[in-house]
């Protein structure tokens, strides 16, 4: 089994990725990470090296044709980008086997959950003020709306809002047990089965 998760920035794709892929025994990877170490640089960097993200994403998706080719990746969980099924990323995906499922949680929620980056990937502190916090909602908003129609490529999409991190993998775990058992040896079809339906940029991955 292999299972592709994807989602906005911060709506907690690696660290539920992390307690799936323990739930079902499988390799966890973070593409993103995957990314930095094939092109020995960190995200901002990479794309600091291109005029639009659309070219990003079409040079980045060499390091998830890299990641596919490898025997330990047939039997994972990936923490896709939040772009992970638009452009390149999309075509290299349906070329390979697996389930891709979309987490989707509240605004305030992923707000809740946002992180920040220095240049070279490592976590800094920031205490948020009051209008910030209404900035970075409405930005968490936008990109909600912004990748939702890519996101309808997706085979399941999972609502985790008012779930800990134990609870929302165990319940994507739940949802891709009862797909698999309605269709016996076939990964589920592309739509939506479950849950509701710019860029943070140096604010979250």
Excluded: W
């Excluded at 990877?29 to 070219?55: A, C, K, P, W, Y």
């Excluded at 912004?146 to 999972?158: D, G, M, T």
């Amino acid at each position: 089994m292999r299972v592709f998760l994807t989602g906005v920035s911060c709506v907690g794709k690696t660290t539920i990725g992390r307690k799936l892929s323990k739930l079902l025994g499988l390799g966890f990877f973070d593409v993103d990470e995957e990314i930095e170490v094939f092109f020995g640089t960190s995200i901002e960097r990479l794309q600091n090296r291109f005029i639009t993200m659309h070219s990003f994403r079409e040079e980045a998706a060499e390091a998830l044709v890299h990641l596919l080719g490898r025997p330990e990746s047939r039997e994972s969980v990936m923490a896709l980008p939040p772009s992970g099924l638009m452009g390149r990323y999309l075509r290299v995906l349906k070329k390979s086997p697996g389930t891709r499922v979309v987490l989707c949680d509240l605004p305030e929620k992923i707000l809740e959950r946002i992180v920040f980056y220095d240049v070279d990937s490592r976590p800094i502190e920031k205490s948020l003020t009051a209008p910030e916090k209404r900035i970075y909602l409405r930005q968490i908003k936008k990109d909600i709306t912004y990748f939702r129609r890519s996101y309808e490529r997706a085979n399941l999409q999972v609502d985790i809002s008012g779930l800990g991190v134990d609870e929302a993998a165990q319940r994507v775990k739940l949802i891709l047990e009862a797909t698999y058992r309605e269709v016996p040896g076939h990964r589920p079809s592309e739509q939506t089965v479950t849950g509701d339906a710019g860029n943070l940029g140096s604010a979250s991955r």
